[in-house]
């Protein structure tokens, strides 16, 4: 464990239990519906997580991001797809750039668990390069028209409102996108989820958008919506990598566990050097990530630069997770393979980490340019 403050000690602590006491009994019927249950998310506002982050002048905690860290990483150590309902945009851009009326309306809601939102951004020809969107929103009668297909928007299916970005200036390219709050049960919305590999327990959708949004459904400042974005960049991708830590520490205590618990030829497995060599490099991996995820959140806290760190971390613990996750399936061996035992969830999970979030290329891309190697 990490050298934390008794204040994080007692927060992990408090996290831990509600995710063992609320997470992991609705762990396979979620998985096995592939339906996320947003009783979760009244549960955790009822505890205070929900808001552990948020200003006090909105009922929250006030806590740094490190918090919100552990929070991420204890609930996806028992079931990363559900404890991504714990991430949101939503949660960290309005409360920055909102109007009152739209903080009233839809964050603090989402802080009471009783709004959903999703991240629109993402287009069937624009992830990586997200100026190749061809979303747009044009103004009509007193408001926006607003006409765009969205890929792989997590939340999407089961959300009151999506964030959705889009161009309302296409020639200024850059300074040309806008983000708007869009109600999810508009006219003009279909929304159809989408089947996936891993983290079944948290629907994904595209999202086709051919609707009529008020004047209000604006965020800030039209033009702005790049600006807005690359905002909330740095803690998106930090908490993306206490999710992944989250997942790899997970398949490293199954691992562990079922390794003392195996015998083969008269005695545990975890007593052959194989096995102790690939325990340790899992170790080593889960140590890194822990650091690199504390430090990157560490200094997020402190109003450091930290463009740097949140990619590294987000590099390591995604590769991690990864990496952790196939060894762990190596040393269970057969019964890992079976739906019985989480390791195959952890395994499927782990897959999606270094392809979302910005690419562990595009990643390692940003590192190198702010690090001056290119």
Not at 67 to 96: D, H, K, M, W
Not at 268 to 290: R, T
Request: glycine share 10%.
């Amino acid at each position: 464990m990490l050298l934390e403050t008794e204040q994080e000690i007692a927060f992990r602590e408090t996290c831990r239990r509600f995710a063992e006491r609320e997470i992991r009994p609705l762990v396979d019927g979620a998985e096995q519906s592939g339906k996320f249950p947003k009783v979760l998310l009244e549960k955790a506002a009822a505890a205070g997580l929900l808001a552990i982050t948020a200003a006090e002048e909105h009922g929250g905690a006030g806590a740094g991001l490190i918090y919100q860290c552990i929070l991420v990483e204890e609930s996806a150590r028992v079931c990363a797809g559900l404890g991504t309902g714990f991430i949101s945009l939503g949660n960290r851009l309005l409360p920055r750039v909102g109007t009152a009326a739209q903080i009233e309306r839809y964050y603090l809601p989402l802080l009471r668990g009783e709004k959903t939102a999703a991240f629109a951004m993402t287009e069937p020809d624009a992830g990586s390069d997200v100026l190749a969107m061809r979303g747009t929103a044009e103004r009509s009668n007193g408001g926006w028209r607003i006409r765009a297909s969205k890929m792989y928007i997590t939340g999407a299916p089961f959300s009151d409102y999506m964030l959705v970005v889009v161009y309302t200036d296409k020639k200024a390219r850059r300074g040309g996108l806008s983000v708007f709050l869009v109600d999810s049960d508009l006219p003009g919305i279909e929304i159809r989820k989408l089947d996936k590999l891993g983290h079944r327990s948290m629907e994904t959708g595209a999202v086709f958008f051919d609707c009529e949004a008020p004047d209000q459904a604006l965020i800030g400042e039209p033009g702005r919506g790049m600006d807005y974005v690359m905002s909330v960049l740095e803690d998106g991708r930090i908490l993306h990598a206490a999710r992944s830590l989250g997942v790899a520490r997970a398949a490293l205590e199954d691992a562990e566990s079922y390794a003392r618990l195996r015998t083969t030829f008269g005695k545990s497995i975890n007593q052959y050097q194989a096995i102790q060599h690939k325990l340790a490099h899992m170790l080593i991996e889960v140590s890194n990530a822990q650091l690199q995820v504390r430090q990157a959140a560490l200094k997020f806290d402190a109003g450091l630069p930290c463009q740097l760190d949140a990619s590294v971390a987000k590099v390591v613990a995604s590769e991690a997770a990864v990496s952790v996750t196939d060894q762990a399936m190596r040393i269970v061996a057969g019964a890992g393979y079976l739906n019985e035992l989480p390791i195959q969830r952890y395994f499927r999970d782990a897959r999606l980490y270094p392809i979302t979030e910005g690419t562990t290329e595009i990643q390692l891309r940003n590192i190198a340019r702010i690090a001056g190697f290119a």
